[in-house]
């Protein structure tokens, strides 16, 4: 069964690498986008911002970081991402809100990193290294992968409507459901470095 599951996987992303790229395409086309919001913001907005900001950082030394909540929200934010894409495909008009999950997942890379850059300078540069990319080499890559599982079940619901004889709708939806399942363990493993190893780093570093 491991080894079925994993094959299975392996012969989806050659027969989907171009899904693939085109949803690395909007993530990245979403990180464009947040950073330019960022750039073009009103001083009011980008200097509320950085002063949130770095009272957040100030605090950092002398205040103890809740790991549990940070893991817990980190879970339970990624898991509501997996869980829409999800329920998306298996909707027949799912498959266009699918890419724009991925393209609001990349506005909020960008946005995040442009306020973190532009508030702390090269020191924000750091900042960001350790707080958003630990985390999102492992959630980015499982969102969108699930993302293209899920395209491939709407896409083989539409077929199923067009036409009735074709057999790989139930097929691929429940083998879908399974790496929904696998995706979520990812993502867990995602929240532990969201959690503890990224605060883990920033108190060494702010201490």
């Not at 950092?60 to 549990?68: A, D, L, P, R, Y």
Request: net charge positive.
């Amino acid at each position: 069964m491991k080894i079925n599951f994993l094959e299975g996987c392996r012969k989806h992303i050659n027969e989907n690498y171009i899904l693939y790229i085109v949803s690395f395409m909007f993530v990245l086309i979403g990180v464009v986008m947040g950073m330019y919001v960022v750039r073009y913001m009103g001083d009011t907005y980008k200097n509320d911002l950085s002063n949130y900001l770095l009272s957040f950082v100030n605090e950092i030394g002398g205040t103890e970081i809740n790991n549990k909540y940070m893991l817990f929200q980190g879970i339970k934010n990624n898991v509501l991402i997996l869980g829409a894409i999800y329920i998306l495909g298996f909707t027949i008009v799912g498959i266009p809100f699918i890419f724009v999950i991925d393209l609001i997942k990349g506005f909020t890379l960008g946005f995040s990193s442009a306020v973190i850059i532009n508030s702390l300078g090269t020191k924000g540069m750091i900042f960001s290294l350790l707080t958003l990319v630990p985390q999102n080499l492992i959630y980015v890559p499982c969102i969108m992968f699930a993302s293209v599982f899920s395209i491939n079940v709407a896409w083989g619901k539409i077929k199923g409507k067009l036409n009735k004889s074709y057999p790989d709708a139930k097929v691929n939806s429940s083998f879908c459901t399974y790496v929904m399942l696998a995706s979520i363990l990812v993502i867990t493993l995602g929240a532990i470095v969201e959690g503890y190893f990224s605060p883990f780093l920033l108190s060494i570093i702010y201490k």
